[in-house]
Protein backbone atom coordinates (compact mmCIF):
# COMPACT_ATOMS: atom_id res chain seq x y z
CA UNK A 1 0.00 0.00 0.00
CA UNK A 2 1.74 2.81 -0.91
CA UNK A 3 1.78 6.04 2.05
CA UNK A 4 -0.39 8.30 3.22
CA UNK A 5 0.03 11.66 1.22
CA UNK A 6 0.11 14.64 3.84
CA UNK A 7 -2.73 16.95 4.11
CA UNK A 8 -2.80 19.03 0.85
CA UNK A 9 -2.01 22.34 1.78
CA UNK A 10 -3.58 23.18 -2.19
CA UNK A 11 -6.23 22.16 -3.91
CA UNK A 12 -6.14 22.82 -7.82
CA UNK A 13 -9.82 22.49 -9.45
CA UNK A 14 -9.47 21.82 -13.17
CA UNK A 15 -6.11 19.51 -12.28
CA UNK A 16 -6.84 17.34 -15.48
CA UNK A 17 -6.62 20.14 -17.89
CA UNK A 18 -3.62 21.27 -20.40
CA UNK A 19 -2.74 24.24 -17.57
CA UNK A 20 -3.69 22.88 -14.56
CA UNK A 21 -1.56 19.51 -14.62
CA UNK A 22 1.33 22.10 -15.57
CA UNK A 23 0.64 23.58 -12.35
CA UNK A 24 0.37 20.43 -10.15
CA UNK A 25 3.51 19.37 -11.66
CA UNK A 26 5.32 22.70 -10.73
CA UNK A 27 3.55 22.47 -7.32
CA UNK A 28 5.09 19.05 -6.05
CA UNK A 29 8.36 19.94 -7.60
CA UNK A 30 7.88 22.89 -5.29
CA UNK A 31 7.52 20.28 -2.69
CA UNK A 32 3.77 21.52 -1.70
CA UNK A 33 1.39 18.80 -0.56
CA UNK A 34 -1.56 19.26 -3.60
CA UNK A 35 -5.19 17.96 -4.10
CA UNK A 36 -5.93 17.67 -7.45
CA UNK A 37 -9.49 17.55 -8.59
CA UNK A 38 -10.75 15.66 -11.04
CA UNK A 39 -14.13 14.85 -13.10
CA UNK A 40 -14.65 11.08 -14.31
CA UNK A 41 -13.61 7.42 -12.75
CA UNK A 42 -10.01 7.63 -15.17
CA UNK A 43 -9.20 11.14 -14.90
CA UNK A 44 -7.12 10.76 -11.96
CA UNK A 45 -5.66 7.54 -12.62
CA UNK A 46 -4.55 9.59 -16.24
CA UNK A 47 -3.10 12.62 -14.52
CA UNK A 48 -1.03 10.42 -12.05
CA UNK A 49 0.47 8.55 -15.47
CA UNK A 50 1.18 12.25 -16.74
CA UNK A 51 2.92 13.08 -13.74
CA UNK A 52 5.11 9.85 -13.53
CA UNK A 53 5.89 11.08 -17.25
CA UNK A 54 7.35 14.42 -16.23
CA UNK A 55 9.31 13.29 -13.38
CA UNK A 56 6.81 14.26 -10.52
CA UNK A 57 7.36 13.23 -7.04
CA UNK A 58 3.46 12.00 -6.42
CA UNK A 59 3.68 11.46 -2.39
CA UNK A 60 2.50 14.96 -2.02
CA UNK A 61 -0.29 14.15 -3.91
CA UNK A 62 -3.98 13.59 -3.11
CA UNK A 63 -6.87 13.20 -5.66
CA UNK A 64 -10.23 13.79 -4.74
CA UNK A 65 -13.53 14.08 -6.91
CA UNK A 66 -15.01 17.31 -7.33
CA UNK A 67 -17.22 18.96 -9.71
CA UNK A 68 -17.20 23.04 -10.32
CA UNK A 69 -20.93 22.93 -11.29
CA UNK A 70 -22.15 21.61 -8.06
CA UNK A 71 -22.71 23.29 -4.85
CA UNK A 72 -19.54 22.74 -2.42
CA UNK A 73 -18.21 21.10 -5.33
CA UNK A 74 -19.73 18.09 -4.68
CA UNK A 75 -16.86 17.05 -2.85
CA UNK A 76 -18.39 14.26 -0.27
CA UNK A 77 -17.29 13.47 3.15
CA UNK A 78 -13.81 11.68 3.12
CA UNK A 79 -12.77 14.15 0.78
CA UNK A 80 -14.00 17.01 2.72
CA UNK A 81 -11.86 15.82 5.11
CA UNK A 82 -8.94 15.66 3.19
CA UNK A 83 -9.32 18.94 2.66
CA UNK A 84 -8.97 20.59 5.79
CA UNK A 85 -5.62 22.17 5.82
CA UNK A 86 -6.28 22.93 2.47
CA UNK A 87 -5.10 27.33 2.25
CA UNK A 88 -4.65 28.12 -1.13
CA UNK A 89 -7.02 27.31 -4.23
CA UNK A 90 -6.64 27.39 -8.01
CA UNK A 91 -9.64 27.45 -9.73
CA UNK A 92 -8.54 26.10 -13.28
CA UNK A 93 -11.76 24.42 -14.36
CA UNK A 94 -13.46 25.87 -17.10
CA UNK A 95 -15.03 24.74 -20.33
CA UNK A 96 -12.93 26.43 -23.42
CA UNK A 97 -14.23 25.84 -27.12
CA UNK A 98 -15.88 27.88 -29.31
CA UNK A 99 -19.47 27.03 -30.71
CA UNK A 100 -20.89 26.68 -27.18
CA UNK A 101 -24.33 27.29 -26.32
CA UNK A 102 -24.79 29.78 -23.66
CA UNK A 103 -26.72 26.89 -21.49
CA UNK A 104 -23.61 24.79 -21.91
CA UNK A 105 -20.94 27.76 -21.11
CA UNK A 106 -22.78 29.21 -18.04
CA UNK A 107 -22.45 26.17 -15.64
CA UNK A 108 -19.04 26.03 -15.61
CA UNK A 109 -17.46 29.86 -17.03
CA UNK A 110 -20.23 31.50 -14.83
CA UNK A 111 -21.73 29.59 -11.83
CA UNK A 112 -18.53 27.42 -11.17
CA UNK A 113 -16.66 29.86 -10.67
CA UNK A 114 -18.80 31.15 -7.87
CA UNK A 115 -19.42 27.60 -6.58
CA UNK A 116 -15.31 27.40 -6.37
CA UNK A 117 -14.95 31.02 -4.64
CA UNK A 118 -18.31 29.84 -2.17
CA UNK A 119 -16.27 26.79 -1.19
CA UNK A 120 -13.50 28.63 -0.86
CA UNK A 121 -14.87 30.90 1.86
CA UNK A 122 -15.54 28.31 4.16
CA UNK A 123 -11.91 27.01 4.55
CA UNK A 124 -10.84 28.09 8.05
CA UNK A 125 -6.96 28.80 6.64
CA UNK A 126 -8.27 30.24 3.40
CA UNK A 127 -4.73 32.11 2.22
CA UNK A 128 -5.53 32.89 -1.38
CA UNK A 129 -8.26 32.33 -4.01
CA UNK A 130 -6.62 31.98 -7.70
CA UNK A 131 -9.16 32.28 -10.51
CA UNK A 132 -7.79 31.75 -14.21
CA UNK A 133 -9.42 34.15 -16.44
CA UNK A 134 -8.93 35.17 -19.91
CA UNK A 135 -6.28 38.05 -21.34
CA UNK A 136 -9.22 39.86 -22.52
CA UNK A 137 -11.31 40.09 -19.07
CA UNK A 138 -10.28 41.64 -16.33
CA UNK A 139 -9.64 45.27 -17.63
CA UNK A 140 -12.60 47.15 -16.25
CA UNK A 141 -11.97 48.52 -12.95
CA UNK A 142 -15.47 48.46 -11.86
CA UNK A 143 -17.15 45.05 -12.90
CA UNK A 144 -21.02 44.87 -12.97
CA UNK A 145 -22.73 41.65 -11.41
CA UNK A 146 -25.25 40.18 -11.99
CA UNK A 147 -26.17 42.16 -15.44
CA UNK A 148 -29.35 42.89 -16.01
CA UNK A 149 -30.85 40.07 -18.69
CA UNK A 150 -30.99 42.77 -21.92
CA UNK A 151 -27.08 43.22 -20.96
CA UNK A 152 -26.16 40.30 -20.67
CA UNK A 153 -28.07 38.80 -23.75
CA UNK A 154 -25.96 41.48 -25.84
CA UNK A 155 -22.89 40.66 -24.04
CA UNK A 156 -23.88 37.00 -25.49
CA UNK A 157 -24.74 38.07 -28.67
CA UNK A 158 -21.81 40.44 -29.09
CA UNK A 159 -18.72 38.09 -27.94
CA UNK A 160 -20.51 34.13 -28.36
CA UNK A 161 -20.68 31.65 -25.32
CA UNK A 162 -17.23 30.91 -24.33
CA UNK A 163 -16.21 34.91 -24.40
CA UNK A 164 -18.88 36.11 -23.01
CA UNK A 165 -19.35 33.48 -20.36
CA UNK A 166 -15.49 33.84 -19.25
CA UNK A 167 -15.38 37.68 -18.94
CA UNK A 168 -19.47 37.41 -17.00
CA UNK A 169 -17.68 34.97 -14.66
CA UNK A 170 -14.47 36.91 -14.17
CA UNK A 171 -16.85 40.00 -12.99
CA UNK A 172 -18.78 37.42 -11.03
CA UNK A 173 -15.82 36.63 -8.60
CA UNK A 174 -14.16 39.73 -8.26
CA UNK A 175 -17.57 41.85 -7.04
CA UNK A 176 -18.55 38.38 -4.82
CA UNK A 177 -15.26 38.05 -3.31
CA UNK A 178 -14.72 41.20 -1.35
CA UNK A 179 -18.98 40.31 0.27
CA UNK A 180 -17.38 36.57 1.41
CA UNK A 181 -14.73 37.80 2.58
CA UNK A 182 -11.49 36.12 0.29
CA UNK A 183 -8.50 37.38 -0.95
CA UNK A 184 -8.71 37.08 -4.73
CA UNK A 185 -6.40 37.18 -7.78
CA UNK A 186 -7.64 36.56 -11.36
CA UNK A 187 -4.50 35.76 -13.87
CA UNK A 188 -5.82 36.73 -17.41
CA UNK A 189 -3.11 34.97 -19.37
CA UNK A 190 -2.58 35.41 -22.94
CA UNK A 191 -2.83 32.69 -25.67
CA UNK A 192 -1.42 29.96 -23.77
CA UNK A 193 0.76 27.66 -26.55
CA UNK A 194 3.18 24.70 -25.54
CA UNK A 195 6.12 24.29 -23.09
CA UNK A 196 8.89 26.28 -23.71
CA UNK A 197 11.52 23.69 -24.37
CA UNK A 198 9.26 20.71 -25.84
CA UNK A 199 6.44 22.60 -27.64
CA UNK A 200 3.89 19.99 -25.68
CA UNK A 201 0.59 21.10 -25.41
CA UNK A 202 -2.87 20.18 -24.85
CA UNK A 203 -4.76 22.82 -26.24
CA UNK A 204 -6.66 22.24 -29.81
CA UNK A 205 -8.60 26.23 -30.29
CA UNK A 206 -7.17 29.56 -30.53
CA UNK A 207 -3.87 30.38 -32.10
CA UNK A 208 -4.05 26.55 -32.78
CA UNK A 209 -6.73 26.47 -35.30
CA UNK A 210 -4.33 29.28 -36.95
CA UNK A 211 -1.63 26.47 -36.84
CA UNK A 212 -3.34 23.51 -38.49
CA UNK A 213 -5.27 26.13 -41.34
CA UNK A 214 -1.44 27.23 -41.95
CA UNK A 215 -0.22 23.89 -42.13
CA UNK A 216 -3.35 22.99 -44.14
CA UNK A 217 -3.19 25.47 -47.15
CA UNK A 218 -6.79 26.62 -45.74
CA UNK A 219 -5.49 30.05 -44.66
CA UNK A 220 -5.04 31.84 -48.04
CA UNK A 221 -6.10 35.35 -46.50
CA UNK A 222 -5.29 36.35 -42.82
CA UNK A 223 -8.15 38.40 -41.04
CA UNK A 224 -5.97 40.88 -38.97
CA UNK A 225 -3.88 44.37 -39.54
CA UNK A 226 -0.87 45.48 -39.57
CA UNK A 227 -1.10 45.94 -35.42
CA UNK A 228 -3.60 43.11 -34.40
CA UNK A 229 -2.01 41.38 -31.25
CA UNK A 230 -2.52 37.92 -30.45
CA UNK A 231 -0.25 37.59 -27.49
CA UNK A 232 1.14 34.18 -26.03
CA UNK A 233 2.51 32.91 -22.98
CA UNK A 234 4.14 29.33 -22.56
CA UNK A 235 2.23 26.70 -20.10
CA UNK A 236 5.43 26.13 -18.21
CA UNK A 237 6.03 30.06 -17.19
CA UNK A 238 2.43 30.32 -16.64
CA UNK A 239 2.29 27.66 -14.60
CA UNK A 240 5.55 29.18 -12.50
CA UNK A 241 4.01 32.59 -12.34
CA UNK A 242 0.66 30.98 -10.86
CA UNK A 243 2.49 28.33 -8.21
CA UNK A 244 4.35 31.81 -6.80
CA UNK A 245 0.87 34.40 -6.61
CA UNK A 246 -0.37 32.78 -2.86
CA UNK A 247 3.01 33.69 -1.28
CA UNK A 248 3.77 37.48 -2.99
CA UNK A 249 -0.31 38.57 -3.43
CA UNK A 250 -1.73 40.48 -0.41
CA UNK A 251 -4.17 42.80 -2.03
CA UNK A 252 -7.79 42.09 -1.30
CA UNK A 253 -8.70 41.63 -5.19
CA UNK A 254 -5.52 41.48 -7.60
CA UNK A 255 -5.61 41.16 -11.25
CA UNK A 256 -2.56 40.23 -13.20
CA UNK A 257 -2.14 39.83 -17.14
CA UNK A 258 0.39 37.38 -17.85
CA UNK A 259 1.56 37.50 -21.36
CA UNK A 260 5.29 38.03 -23.51
CA UNK A 261 4.87 41.47 -24.97
CA UNK A 262 7.65 40.62 -26.82
CA UNK A 263 5.12 38.52 -29.18
CA UNK A 264 5.67 39.59 -32.82
CA UNK A 265 2.40 41.31 -34.06
CA UNK A 266 -0.09 38.78 -35.52
CA UNK A 267 0.90 38.93 -39.08
CA UNK A 268 4.44 38.65 -38.54
CA UNK A 269 4.02 35.73 -36.16
CA UNK A 270 1.96 33.84 -38.85
CA UNK A 271 4.66 34.51 -41.49
CA UNK A 272 7.29 33.40 -39.48
CA UNK A 273 5.41 30.22 -38.38
CA UNK A 274 4.52 30.07 -41.92
CA UNK A 275 8.63 29.87 -42.99
CA UNK A 276 8.92 27.26 -40.08
CA UNK A 277 6.66 25.23 -40.98
CA UNK A 278 7.47 25.12 -44.79
CA UNK A 279 4.23 26.29 -46.31
CA UNK A 280 3.17 29.63 -47.99
CA UNK A 281 1.88 32.37 -45.53
CA UNK A 282 -1.49 33.85 -45.92
CA UNK A 283 -1.25 35.85 -49.57
CA UNK A 284 -2.91 39.05 -47.66
CA UNK A 285 -4.38 40.46 -44.86
CA UNK A 286 -7.93 41.44 -44.38
CA UNK A 287 -9.74 43.54 -42.08
CA UNK A 288 -11.50 41.67 -38.82
CA UNK A 289 -14.46 43.73 -39.62
CA UNK A 290 -15.14 42.74 -43.18
CA UNK A 291 -14.69 39.61 -42.51
CA UNK A 292 -17.19 39.26 -39.81
CA UNK A 293 -19.59 39.93 -42.63
CA UNK A 294 -18.81 37.35 -44.66
CA UNK A 295 -19.95 33.89 -44.50
CA UNK A 296 -18.36 31.69 -42.50
CA UNK A 297 -17.98 29.01 -45.11
CA UNK A 298 -15.76 31.14 -47.31
CA UNK A 299 -13.53 32.59 -44.52
CA UNK A 300 -13.46 29.64 -42.73
CA UNK A 301 -12.77 31.94 -39.45
CA UNK A 302 -15.04 31.15 -36.36
CA UNK A 303 -16.96 34.29 -35.17
CA UNK A 304 -15.89 33.83 -31.25
CA UNK A 305 -12.25 33.34 -32.70
CA UNK A 306 -12.46 37.07 -34.49
CA UNK A 307 -13.89 38.41 -31.17
CA UNK A 308 -9.55 37.82 -29.85
CA UNK A 309 -8.45 39.60 -32.65
CA UNK A 310 -7.49 42.93 -31.58
CA UNK A 311 -4.90 46.15 -32.00
CA UNK A 312 -5.09 46.25 -28.05
CA UNK A 313 -2.30 46.32 -25.87
CA UNK A 314 -2.85 45.07 -21.94
CA UNK A 315 -1.38 46.16 -18.65
CA UNK A 316 1.14 43.94 -17.45
CA UNK A 317 2.89 45.98 -14.99
CA UNK A 318 1.70 43.97 -11.85
CA UNK A 319 2.53 40.57 -13.72
CA UNK A 320 5.82 42.09 -14.25
CA UNK A 321 6.96 43.36 -11.41
CA UNK A 322 5.83 39.89 -9.21
CA UNK A 323 7.83 37.93 -12.01
CA UNK A 324 11.07 40.21 -11.73
CA UNK A 325 10.74 39.64 -7.67
CA UNK A 326 10.51 35.87 -8.64
CA UNK A 327 13.60 36.07 -11.53
CA UNK A 328 11.27 34.67 -13.83
CA UNK A 329 11.14 35.69 -17.13
CA UNK A 330 9.66 34.79 -20.29
CA UNK A 331 11.51 32.13 -22.36
CA UNK A 332 12.66 33.52 -25.97
CA UNK A 333 9.00 33.74 -27.87
CA UNK A 334 9.55 32.58 -31.65
CA UNK A 335 11.68 29.52 -30.42
CA UNK A 336 8.92 28.74 -28.29
CA UNK A 337 6.48 29.64 -30.85
CA UNK A 338 8.21 27.02 -33.10
CA UNK A 339 8.87 24.50 -30.92
CA UNK A 340 4.92 24.19 -30.48
CA UNK A 341 3.69 24.64 -33.78
CA UNK A 342 6.00 22.33 -34.78
CA UNK A 343 5.23 19.92 -32.61
CA UNK A 344 1.03 20.41 -33.24
CA UNK A 345 1.57 19.53 -36.68
CA UNK A 346 3.75 16.92 -36.46
CA UNK A 347 1.15 15.29 -33.71
CA UNK A 348 -1.97 16.03 -35.72
CA UNK A 349 -0.85 14.43 -38.72
CA UNK A 350 0.54 11.14 -37.09
Same mark, same amino acid.
Given at each position: ?20 ? &? ?26 ? &?? +? ?22 ? !? ?30 ? @? ?8 ? $? &? ?17 ? !? ?34 ? $? ?28 ? +? ?29 ? @? ?16 ? @? ?66 ? $? ?17 ? &??? $? ?7
Amino acid at each position: MPPTPPPPRVLVLGATGFIGR &WLVLELLGRGTPVAASFRGTTAGAALRR &WL +RTHGADESGLTTVAADVTAPGLGI !GGEDEARLGEVRDVYNLAARYQFGLTRAEAEP @VNVQGALNAL $R &WSATRPLLRRHVHLSGYRT !GSDTHPRYPLATQAADTLYSTHGAYPASKRLGDAAI $RVTAPELGVPLTTVNPGNVIGHSQTGEYGQ +RFGLATVVRQLKAGQLPLLPSSKRTFVPVVT @VDHLAAFLAAVPDFDDAP @VQVHTVLDPATPFFPELVEQLAGHLGVRPPRAIVPVGLVRHLPRGITGASPEALTFLSEDQYDTASAT $RLAATLGLTHPPVVPALQR &WAG $RLVAESSS
